[in-house]
Each structure stands twice: as structure tokens, then as C-alpha cells.
């Protein structure tokens, strides 16, 4: 049976179409997935995300653990600073993506895709070995919401009572013990942003979050700040050339092939899970790539729809979409490498027939 967030009630009194996304029940749209992508884009755009995964690895060895699991280098952060990482499996395939959020030597928050979190959180207690840390799963008791835009700033600013949020929380930082309005609980806020926008992840107990959620759509209703559903924000991170788990990797798509190669730091001096595999690879050559694609028949690439040059099948879609902001149908593919250059003409096997596209850079978005 799937569940509800915190915000669930919200959702419906909102008008908000709700459906089963990775067993959480979520508003898929409210007023409509191309109205709200063009709020976010424009304006801000208000989304319930606390069916995301929060775990805690604390302890005298928190960061040497972390750093061991991770395919980035904690070294390269500071206390109050996030980091984007993979997790990865010894083959150098995904576990899962996720962000580090360091709030000390000892102390590392953690936030894992939902459809991952008990995957994951049994990955972290099997690597556990002797490392002395201790590992919680704060899921449950933890809800979360993002405020995305280019007015989201401007717009929590004016809760924010005792923070400068241009000078305090910059880009991916943090901050805790934030006080928003009169919602009564101190949150965490943090300033990452999945939607290409500026934006802002808000992290505290349910009934707290219930009330800022009123309190932000009130307060922004002159700033055009609408609540979002799942669809659009996964047109925005998709123009965004952000990736999503599950879609532009996997347990068997490495993060070189999904061309996430700057995050895996083959280098470092820790020794992380799946280091060995993916130095192999690099040195060997990797075999696939993802790119962008521009279809230029009629119909909308899916994800698995197979992609061709002449009679040989050289890859599959990841993502695609008629894009909102672009007015274009395009897509990210993983295809062989020896394929992966812009400009190449291919074929996207759409209900058995065969559309001409070209390759793109994926990098959709023009800033």
C-alpha cells in the first residue's frame, strides 16, 4: 500500500492529481504540467519532496566511511557544504545518486532517491565493517520541500527571520536552525536545486512543514509561485541535463557512461567501492555514452525506445519529452561510443516504425 507524505492532505485540497510514485503517494500535477514547468522557469514553483530518502552516519570515522562509499571526494568540501556523489556497486554500476551534506568530520546527512532508500540504507549497514559510525534511517520523521525559481529567493526571503539568504546560503551550502514565519520549528535549508533554476530544499517535521507550505504559496502568490507536481519537475531536471536514477543509470550503467565522469574521482586517494572497475574501464575505453537527441519526425522518444544508425541498433533513450521551454521533442540516449558525436544522424524506433533525429549536446538549456 503506498504511502502518504506529511503533505498528502495538502495535496488534495490543492486540487492536485495524486498518483503512486515509488510507493508514495504525490501529486503528479495540480494545475498542469506545462503551466507549472513555466512557473519554475519564470517565476517559482513550490514541491513536496519528502518522500526522498534522509539517512545519518555519525561517529568518529563518519568521513573516512562516506568517502570510502562515494565516487566524489569529500576532501573538496567544507563543514556546511554539499556534495553530489554516486554510490556505487564493485562492478562500477550505480546503487543510487544522492547528495552529502557535511555538517562536520563526524556527522554526515545523506539524501537518497526515495525507490532507493531501503536499498540503500542496507548498502550502508553491509559496508559498515569496522568502521566506528553509527547509521540511522530518519526517513519517517523527516518531511521536506523545495522552493525552485528564479524568485524563489526573493520569495522565502521574506519568511526567513534569521537568515541572509544571498550571503548565508549560497550555492550548495546549508544552513540549520532557520526560522521560517511563524511555523514554529527551526529547519534546515539548503540551496542545490534539481530544476536548472535557483532554488531552495526546506527540511523539518511534518506539521511544521504543513504551515510553511501555506505560509510560502500566501506569501508568494504575487510572485507566481504555484505548487508543483512530479511531472514537471522531471521536464525541468531533463532540460536540465540533470539525471535521474533509474533512467540514465542504473546498477549496470556506470557513471562514465552516463557521462556523470566529473563526479567519479578516479585520483582521490580513497579507495572507493567500484574505483577498481571503473579505472578499467576508463583505461580501456568506455564503450557507451550518453548524448543528447533532437527528434525530427513526428512522436516522443520514451525511455527504452531504440536508437539506430542504418540497420544497426546502437542504443536506448534514458529521457525524452516534448520540451516545455525548448518547444522541441528531444531526448537523452546512451548510445556506443563510437556514435556519441553531434551532428550524427539516427533513427529512434518509435510503435515499430523508425524516426530520423539528430545527436545534441545534451546540455538543452542555453545560460
Known amino acids: 500500500m503506498a504511502q502518504k507524505t506529511p503533505l498528502y492532505e495538502k495535496h488534495v485540497s490543492y486540487g492536485g492529481e495524486v498518483v ?3 510507493g508514495w503517494l504525490l501529486p503528479v500535477k495540480y494545475e498542469g504540467l506545462a503551466p507549472e514547468h513555466h512557473a519554475v522557469r519564470n517565476d517559482a514553483g513550490l514541491f513536496d519532496v519528502s518522500h526522498m530518502g534522509e539517512i545519518t552516519v555519525k561517529g568518529k570515522d563518519a568521513f573516512d566511511y562516506v568517502n570510502h562509499l562515494i ?82 529567493e526573493k520569495v522565502l526571503q521574506k519568511l526567513a527571520k534569521n537568515v541572509d539568504l544571498a550571503n548565508d546560503i549560497k550555492f550548495f551550502t546549508f544552513k540549520e536552525n532557520i526560522t521560517l514565519g511563524d511555523c514554529g520549528d527551526k529547519f534546515l535549508v539548503s540551496r542545490t ?51 535521474l536514477y533509474g533512467n540514465e543509470m542504473d546498477d549496470v550503467i556506470t557513471p562514465l557512461e552516463a557521462s556523470l565522469g566529473y563526479f567519479v574521482k578516479l585520483k582521490q586517494e580513497a579507495d572507493f567501492i567500484g574505483k577498481e572497475a571503473l579505472t578499467k574501464m576508463k583505461e580501456a575505453g568506455v564503450p557507451r555514452k550518453l548524448i543528447g537527441l533532437e527528434l525530427k519526425g513526428k512522436g516522443i522518444a520514451r525511455h527504452g525506445a531504440k536508437v539506430f544508425k542504418g540497420e544497426e541498433e546502437i542504443g536506448f533513450v534514458t529521457t525524452g519529452y516534448l520540451s516545455p521551454t525548448l518547444g522541441k521533442t528531444i531526448a537523452n540516449v546512451i548510445v556506443k561510443t563510437e556514435y556519441a558525436e553531434v551532428g550524427n544522424e ?22
Not at 218 to 224: F, R
Request: include cysteine; glycine fraction near 10%.
Open 346 to 367: 539516427v533513427e529512434v524506433e518509435l510503435r515499430n516504425k523508425r524516426v530520423p533525429a539528430v545527436l545534441i549536446s545534451k546540455k538543452f538549456l542555453k545560460k
Open 71 to 152: 565516487t566524489n571526494d569529500l576532501t573538496t568540501i567544507g563543514d556546511g557544504q554539499v556534495i553530489y556523489s554516486l554510490l556505487c556497486n564493485e562492478k562500477g554500476g550505480v546503487v543510487d545518486d544522492l547528495l552529502v551534506y557535511r555538517k562536520g568530520q563526524d556527522d554526515m546527512y545523506i539524501v537518497v532517491n526515495a525507490a532507493n532508500t531501503d536499498k540503500d540504507f542496507a548498502w550502508f549497514l553491509a559496508q559498515k565493517g569496522n568502521y566506528d559510525v553509527e547509521i540511522k534511517n530518519i526517513s519517517a520523521e523527516t518531511a521536506q520541500i523545495a522552493l525552485q525559481g528564479p524568485k524563489a
Open 20 to 22: 503512486d510514485y515509488a
Open 193 to 243: 536545486g534539481y530544476t536548472g533554476e535557483d532554488g531552495f530544499e526546506i527540511y523539518g517535521c511534518g506539521e511544521c512543514m504543513n504551515k510553511l507550505w501555506d505560509a510560502i504559496l500566501e506569501i508568494g502568490k504575487e510572485d507566481g509561485v504555484k505548487p508543483c507536481g512530479l511531472g514537471c519537475r522531471d521536464t525541468l531536471r531533463f532540460e536540465a541535463a540533470l539525471p
